[in-house]
């Protein structure tokens, strides 16, 4: 696993936050998921580089015990890891991580994972992407999405392994100089399970699956972001021998608005409006998520003001309020004008009334200007 300091890693200060540190690890987890970047090993490197360093920046045992010793911190960081050998695979990262993606991550790269107590198996996941508009996220929605996934073929039955009687265990005596020493170990002909495929449905796998499409319905909660995944639990390929199906990983993906901006709840709109406009004061119309509201420009607005609309960005997928709307105020100067709109403007160019005036927040400004490169 990587040397590098995780806080170089993460693209954070040795001071920041809990919450600075978790968005910036989901920036890159997002950044190098194995979704985006399909078959990329440098990509896939640096995703686990980036768990490793988060699993020891957001714990605070480990973060203390990292800034006081570094990377030769006595009995290493422990868990997963971290920067002290052995690495984390895609499970672990998936498993421990789940949270900052919205919940869902839950291993199913594929295979028949055996479960603990060797029994049982759990049927593969299945990954899907799903796009959803601003109305859709600030809404929430319900969606019907196509899967094919492995399922029983019809005619496919499952019966009692031969070698191990569908115990899922073999049991070898040896005789020893000490006596007889008995072994347990997983059967290999049925890998634990117990039960085989004993008729296979036409068409279908080894197992006894083929593969179907089917229609999924899910319900998406309002405020979900760019990366969180959703965890339809049981709707992913189905296992052999009457094991558990594994879960329908739901990837969100979002359109870009064409004028509005997400930052977390908080929506942003750039306003453009003319200088009469600004000196005069007027009304516009600034777009919503869904209809429009009507807003009042003060007169003598200057480019740059942000106004709020409280309660008008996107709500919170944890159910923690609802964001603003962020309206930035652009003055537009216009580049193309007649001899008559010149003329007009020259005769205003000397007036009082358009000489800039800078404010007592711009004269400190000035103040603090010239203390730093004097008069």
């Known amino acids: 696993m990587s040397k590098r300091d995780p806080y170089e890693v993460l693209g954070v200060g040795r001071n920041a936050s809990a919450d600075e540190i978790k968005k910036a690890y989901r920036k890159l987890a997002i950044k190098y998921h194995p979704d985006k970047n399909p078959g990329d090993k440098a990509a896939e490197e640096k995703f686990k580089e980036a768990a490793s360093s988060y699993e020891i920046l957001s714990d605070p045992d480990k973060k203390a015990k990292y800034d006081r010793f570094g990377h030769n911190a006595p009995g290493g960081f422990g868990g997963g890891g971290g920067f002290q050998g052995g690495g984390m695979n895609m499970e672990d990262i998936f498993s421990q991580f789940g949270d900052i993606f919205g919940g869902g991550f839950s291993g199913g790269f594929g295979g028949f994972g055996q479960q603990r107590g060797g029994r049982t198996v759990k049927g593969s996941n299945l990954r899907v992407r799903l796009k959803l508009n601003l109305e859709e996220i600030a809404h929430g929605a319900e969606k019907k999405i196509k899967v094919t996934k492995l399922v029983r073929g019809k005619g496919s039955e499952y019966g009692n392994c031969n070698t191990c009687g569908g115990s899922g265990q073999v049991r070898r005596v040896q005789s020893t100089f000490l006596g007889q020493m008995q072994t347990v170990t997983t059967c290999p002909t049925c890998g634990g399970v117990g039960q085989t495929v004993s008729k296979r449905a036409p068409g279908s796998d080894e197992h006894g699956l083929v593969r179907e499409e089917v229609v999924v319905p899910i319900r998406i909660p309002a405020g979900v972001e760019e990366g969180m995944q959703l965890n339809i639990s049981g709707m992913g390929n189905e296992a052999p021998a009457g094991g558990i199906p594994g879960d329908l990983l ?23 409006i003319s200088m009469v406009d600004a000196a005069l004061g007027s009304s516009i119309e600034v777009p919503l998520v869904s209809g429009k509201a009507k807003v009042k420009i003060e007169p003598g607005t200057q480019s740059g003001t942000t106004m709020r609309l409280r309660g008008k960005g996107l709500p919170s997928v944890n159910q923690h309020g609802t964001g603003d709307l962020l309206v930035h105020v652009m003055v537009w100067t216009p580049t193309e004008l007649s001899k008559e709109e010149k003329a007009t403007l020259e005769k205003l160019r000397t007036s009082a009334g358009f000489q800039p005036k800078p404010t007592a927040k711009d004269k400190g400004f000035f103040e603090r200007v010239k203390e730093m490169f004097g008069n």
């Not at 064409?258 to 929506?267: H, I, Q, V």
């Open 250 to 272: 739901v990837v969100i993906e979002e359109e870009e608005h064409k004028e509005l901006k997400r930052d977390g709840a908080t929506l942003h709109y750039e306003a453009f």
